[in-house]
């Protein structure tokens, strides 16, 4: 019997309109658009505007592009996992809300919850359910609207976060092409540097919670980056020194876009060339659990088939990890 992997067939992806520039934040903030771009190499990030609009109406059309891509109607869909930390209500899952509006009448899904790991989290998960043979289109979502928990006084964090989302889809492969290995960790003993205080179980929302400003994402940075460059590099490393690769191997790097810094000292400890690296930061800033889906929708015509992909990624609580991919398809 030949061996079942899960292979991306299809990419999808959306980012709003609206474009919050350096120049636009130093009004709003003690900062400077050298600041931001030296410390962060963000330029600009995009914002979902308008009354009633939340995560699951920024992965519509990314999954709806990413079915028209590949010729198939929602309807054929048989799983959707969303990645998110911004889900649009507590519950119901924004991933059955997202199959509501697609019309994915046959598909079940659910929401992960792993900060800026998420799209890692939720692309191994879905792989196991294409590997087992239980369902042949299985969309992987990596998504997250910021914006709504971003505290806009706040210099620290509001500069580093946009809006977006994208999306994979998932299909039986036998040419061993799809997702190869996987790297996934957390330790919950980082929760204390990056977290959102309220809105859980330990704190529900109360008057007391909104008025110290408990609902906004928190984060003490310089923590977060010694913990993010020794652990996403290391897992980036240790999956090419797991499948016995060298950088001649790998054809690009696709790390979560949190910080310039941080992806250049992963691409350093794979000893991987710029040119190899993919970087969107500077447009989109890191909308948490959809920079990596993004990153393969914006470089999805320069990929070929066969290429292989690092996927890497570390995100709040603490949660990072590693996949390796080899590309299913070559641009049409």
Request: net charge negative; proline share 4%; aromatic share 8%.
């Amino acid at each position: 019997m030949q061996k079942v992997t899960a292979a991306i067939t299809a990419v999808g992806g959306y980012v709003p309109e609206y474009r919050l520039t350096n120049a636009a934040l130093e009004k709003m903030v003690d900062t400077t658009d050298e600041w931001i771009r030296t410390r962060t190499g963000i330029e600009e990030r995009r914002i979902l505007k308008g009354e009633g609009l939340a995560t699951s109406d920024m992965i519509v059309p990314a999954v709806r592009e990413l079915c028209a891509k590949r010729g198939i109607t929602p309807e054929e869909i048989d799983c959707l996992i969303v990645g998110t930390v911004t889900p649009d209500m507590v519950f119901p899952s924004t991933a059955n809300l997202v199959c509501d509006k697609i019309g994915a009448r046959n598909a079940w899904g659910f929401d992960l919850s792993a900060a800026c790991s998420g799209f890692l989290f939720a692309l191994s998960t879905g792989a196991m359910y294409i590997e087992s043979g239980r369902y042949k289109k299985v969309v992987v979502v990596g998504a997250d609207k910021m914006s709504a928990i971003v505290d806009y006084s706040d210099r620290a964090t509001c500069i580093i976060f946009g809006d977006g989302a994208g999306a994979v889809l998932l299909e039986p492969d036998t040419e061993g092409l799809g997702v190869l290995d996987t790297i996934l960790k957390s330790d919950g003993s980082g929760a204390p540097y990056l977290h959102m205080k309220a809105g859980g179980s330990l704190h529900p929302a109360t008057v007391d919670t909104v008025t110290n400003r408990m609902h906004y994402a928190y984060q003490e940075g310089k923590t977060v980056f010694k913990f993010a460059v020794t652990e996403m590099a290391d897992a980036a490393f240790q999956i090419m020194e797991r499948n016995q690769l060298t950088e001649k191997d790998i054809a690009w790097l696709v790390p979560h876009q949190a910080n310039k810094r941080i992806i250049d000292a992963t691409a350093h400890r794979m000893d991987l060339a710029p040119e190899k690296v993919m970087i969107n930061i500077q447009r989109y800033g890191n909308t948490t659990g959809g920079t990596i889906p993004l990153c393969l929708w914006d470089y999805e015509q320069q990929l070929k088939k066969g290429d292989l992909l690092v996927l890497a990624a570390f995100g709040g609580g603490f949660t990072w990890g590693s996949i390796l991919v080899k590309w299913a398809y070559s641009p049409q």
